[in-house]
């Protein structure tokens, strides 16, 4: 299985609302990644998590609360968020981290909107 | 991490050999060339990487200058679904930037 998911596929949210998205991979990877991508922009990386610890945090907002309960799961949860956080989020994951080499296997993302 | 150039956009006849170029001179030694590439409202699919040396998978060559500062990928007979944005990154471990990537349009 070399297929990262993500659930849901599209979210809709209020500023008020508290929600998460998921991300899934079996492949045995110990290293996944949050990114972020808006419209005709390339994905900016958010965390990185690495043997289920947070490796990167890019100075993501406090309202975006990434979670690893286990190698295979990744989870970022979302709260009080902006209509500007509206874009695709994209999970990724790879064998190990912090190697200097580095395949990334990248999930077709959630996309978010937020009114 | 090093930052990498390339062309907004190339245009290339189906059929025919797409060769992207990128320029990624504050390269260091221990740093990869990856290529990725991201077709509409997709998440990016990895392609090829090198160090120093040309890399040949089923999808794509990559050619590395020698001094390491430029490399180019090549879709060796481009098809319609090779119409994607195509990311150079240069990284060293697990800090990806992406760079603004070239938007290729592969025309029948």
């Known amino acids: 299985d070399t297929e990262v998911t993500q659930t849901p596929k599209h979210l809709v949210m209020g500023m008020t609302n508290k929600k998460s998205l998921k991300c899934e991979q079996h492949?045995?990877?110990?290293?996944m990644y949050w990114y972020k991508q808006k419209a005709k922009k390339p994905p900016e990386l958010m965390f990185v998590?690495?043997?289920?610890?947070?490796?990167i945090n890019e100075s993501v907002p406090s309202r975006f609360s990434p979670e690893c309960p286990n190698s295979s799961l990744l989870n970022l949860h979302l709260h009080a968020l902006q209509p500007e956080d509206s874009a695709l989020y994209l999970c990724?994951?790879?064998?190990?981290?912090?190697?200097?080499?580095?395949?990334?296997?990248f999930g077709p993302g959630t996309r978010l909107t937020v009114l | 991490d090093a930052k990498t150039t390339q062309p907004p956009s190339m245009d290339c006849a189906e059929g025919r050999a797409a060769n992207l170029p990128c320029n990624h001179s504050t390269i260091s030694g221990n740093e990869y060339v990856y290529w990725y590439r991201q077709i509409h409202s997709q998440g990016p699919q990895y392609i090829i990487h090198g160090l120093k040396n040309n890399e040949t998978n089923e999808m794509a060559s990559l050619i590395i200058t020698e001094d390491r500062k430029s490399s180019t990928l090549i879709l060796p007979h481009a098809t319609l679904r090779d119409t994607a944005v195509y990311y150079c990154?240069?990284?060293?471990?697990?800090?990806?930037?992406f760079g603004a990537g070239t938007r290729l349009f592969v025309k029948a």
């Open positions: 492949m045995g990877h110990r290293a």
């Open positions: 998590y690495s043997y289920e610890k947070l490796s």
């Open positions: 990724a994951s790879s064998q190990v981290a912090g190697r200097t080499y580095n395949e990334q296997f």
């Open positions: 990154i240069v990284t060293r471990g697990f800090k990806t930037i």
